[in-house]
């Protein structure tokens, strides 16, 4: 049980916030974007590290606001340091999230892991940052999905870390500057286009980074045919 305690700390909380935030959409950040924005410029530090609190927190608990709580870290604090703010604690909090999950499950996977083909096993060890990078470049693949994925792959928190840091931040820079130019939209009781995300502009050359993120798998699985 003391495996699963911080897994269970974990599923109350998020039940907690799926509940108490269930009301909070565009609405409530237009409603209040003025009273944010004045709290922001009183208290620039502690206003950054709550936002980034609550970054993790989202990101810990999968809870679904996480596109809102982005576009407002850059309505409230611009594209660049919005944009850190967001990468960052989305970081952290899916770290946490793959750390709880390792922890209590941790034992059940070891005595499956002969299930994973020895092949498999070998690539996930040797290429797991390429992989998992390429998946965070695409935002098609959902976020708490993919941290479950690593979880169950047995990607090491050293590689997990910085495949997320480096993935996740194209995509969060630019719902961040969607952010920085959202206020009017809000003010006047519309709400964000969000689906350029997934337009083409944007998806081909995050695309291309993906694809350029598996170039050294490539090339070694190719040497190695050759060998």
């Known amino acids: 049980m003391r495996r699963f305690l911080p897994l269970l700390v974990l599923a109350a909380l998020a039940a907690a916030g799926f509940v108490l935030l269930r009301g909070i959409g565009w609405e409530s950040l237009a409603r209040h974007q003025l009273v944010l924005l004045e709290w922001v410029q009183a208290h620039p530090v502690g206003s950054a590290g709550l936002y980034l609190l609550t970054y993790i927190l989202t990101a810990a608990l999968s809870l679904p606001q996480a596109a809102l709580l982005t576009v407002a870290g850059g309505l409230l604090f611009g594209t660049v340091v919005g944009g850190i703010l ?79 840091l480096l993935g996740i931040a194209p995509a969060s820079f630019v719902l961040s500057s969607i952010g920085a130019g959202v206020g009017s939209i809000l003010a006047e009781g519309r709400t964000p286009d969000l689906s350029v995300l997934f337009s083409l502009r944007v998806l081909l050359p995050l695309a291309g980074l993906a694809v350029l993120s598996l170039l050294p798998v490539l090339l070694r699985r190719r040497s190695g045919s050759h060998a």
Request: hydrophobic share 55%; aromatic share 10%.
């Open 86 to 164: 967001t990468v960052t604690g989305a970081t952290i909090g899916a770290s946490i999230l793959l750390v709880v999950v390792r922890s209590a499950f941790g034992q059940i996977l070891e005595r499956n892991r002969h299930r994973i083909p020895a092949p498999v096993q070998d690539r996930l060890t040797r290429d797991g940052f390429s992989y998992l990078l390429a998946l965070r470049l695409v935002p098609l693949f959902p976020f708490w999905l993919v941290n479950l994925a690593a979880a169950v792959a047995g990607i090491r928190l050293m590689v997990f870390f910085p495949a997320t």
